[in-house]
């Protein structure tokens, strides 16, 4: 099997973060990563380098999204790996059928996706806090997978330990903690000291009705490369088998109950019923907040916020009260302290300020640096309906005709909100 640039860039945990603090591999690292990020990376790095873990703070486990960490297969000593998720050369072969879960070869974790967690964890190493990227496979079941994270967590020997969990990676925290898990003075959460969701949809999130609905747009763009399969295929034959995907389903979206098969359309692809059903104990079985949570949530951006069936089909209402991936007030966790901040979901966890923030959290349980009440500004509403959305992504693209940097850009954009999603201009009065 061919060994594409993004094989040949799935670096062994550690051996990027020193390439860019040392400057070695610099011409290669910047073909890759672009100028400017291989830039803030490099600067990230070196400061993350000269720091030393300081005494008295918690050891940092950031927990990627779903779709957050990479997996592939191991190949022959000497050969870099097999990356599957994200490799968009193998995407553009058909091959995101063999994430189906449950195929005939099955598929290990290779770290967290380098753009979205990297500056995260420099910025906490920086700080002085020992910081580990947990990858897991986001396909599973989140109970198993907390129960994963639980035993890892027991086994760990430091004092403190702090969960920082990007959109999905915050329900995996919760599953940790559950009751079962850490009961008695061994147990997953008994040395927990904060718990930190970014962007986490603790009521659901809407993009996992578009993703069994081939309506996503990170599912319609890959789509869009792979040769193979269009958007209901991948959804229908891949994202379909995903447990988590159903635990990340709003239970109730207006009068629907999304997690009952008779409140879907009957028009265009169909959920798995055994899997809707299954879902629907998740969200009771995860660990109540207490004075350790805080949600950090963010605003501003395009986002579906509502839902609605109607002629055989879902309609979604768009609004501003969002992050573009999880709404405000689904990523709103009572009983925990929640703070704002206008950023999209993807780039929680490279903001800068949201960083800062952090540091102050884990270091005093407080921060100044994001405001504790959403202020809630005029948003236009426009609804859009499924068939509309698949419209909107029909075209194939020649990810081969593209450039490097254009192909960056793609990737970078994949969950980024599409043209049906904008408020609608008005007229300037004369």
């Known amino acids: 099997m061919q060994i594409s640039a993004y094989d040949r860039m799935c670096w062994p945990a550690g051996e990027l973060e020193r390439a860019l603090a040392r400057g070695t591999h610099r011409r290669e690292l910047r073909a890759y990563l672009g100028a400017a990020e291989y830039d803030l990376l490099r600067a990230l790095a070196r400061a993350a380098w000269r720091a030393r873990p300081r005494a008295g703070l918690p050891k940092v486990y950031v927990l990627p999204g779903i779709m957050g960490s990479q997996l592939g297969r191991a190949r022959a000593r000497g050969r870099p790996a097999d990356l599957l998720w994200l490799d968009p050369s193998d995407v553009v072969q058909g091959r995101l059928a063999e994430l189906r879960w449950g195929a005939r070869r099955s598929l290990q974790t290779l770290g967290a996706i380098p753009y979205s967690y990297l500056p995260l964890q420099l910025r906490l190493r920086a700080a002085g806090f020992e910081v580990v990227l947990y990858d897991y496979d986001w396909r599973d079941d989140l109970s198993a997978l907390g129960a994963a994270l639980a035993a890892r967590l027991r086994a760990d020997s430091a004092c403190e330990l702090a969960l920082i969990g990007h959109s999905m990676g915050g329900l995996l925290a919760r599953a940790a903690m559950a009751p079962r898990h850490g009961a008695g003075p061994k147990g997953a959460n008994c040395r927990v000291t904060h718990l930190i969701g970014l962007g986490t949809p603790h009521d659901g999130a809407m993009p996992a009705v578009q993703a069994l609905r081939a309506t996503y747009p990170v599912v319609c763009r890959l789509a869009a ?6 958007a209901e295929a991948l959804a229908r034959e891949v994202f379909h088998s995903f447990t988590s995907i159903y635990q990340l389903l709003p239970a109730q979206a207006g009068r629907l109950d ?26 009771a079985s995860l660990a109540a907040p207490d004075e350790r949570y805080v ?79 959403l202020v809630r500004a005029r948003s236009p509403i426009v609804t859009v309906s499924d068939s509309a959305l698949r419209r909107g992504f029909a075209r194939k693209i020649d990810w081969h005709a593209l450039s490097p940097a254009e192909r960056r850009r793609y990737l970078k954009r994949l969950s980024a909100a599409p043209p049906q999603y904008r408020a609608p201009r008005t007229r300037a009065t004369r």
């Open 295 to 373: 949600s950090i949530i963010g605003t501003g951006q395009r986002t579906v916020t509502g839902l609605a069936r109607r002629g055989g089909q879902f309609h979604y209402e768009i609004s501003a009260a969002g992050d573009g991936t999880v709404a405000a007030a689904r990523a709103t966790l009572a009983g925990a302290r929640n703070y704002y901040v206008r950023c999209e979901h993807s780039e929680l966890p490279r903001n800068e300020r949201v960083a800062a923030a952090l540091v102050d959290l884990l270091r005093t349980g407080r921060t100044r640096r994001l405001p504790q009440q």
């Open 258 to 283: 999304l997690l009952d098969p008779r409140c879907w359309p009957r028009r265009g692809v169909q959920p798995d019923a055994a899997r809707l059903l299954a879902a629907r104990g998740f969200r």
């Open 225 to 230: 490369i792979d040769t193979r399969h269009d």
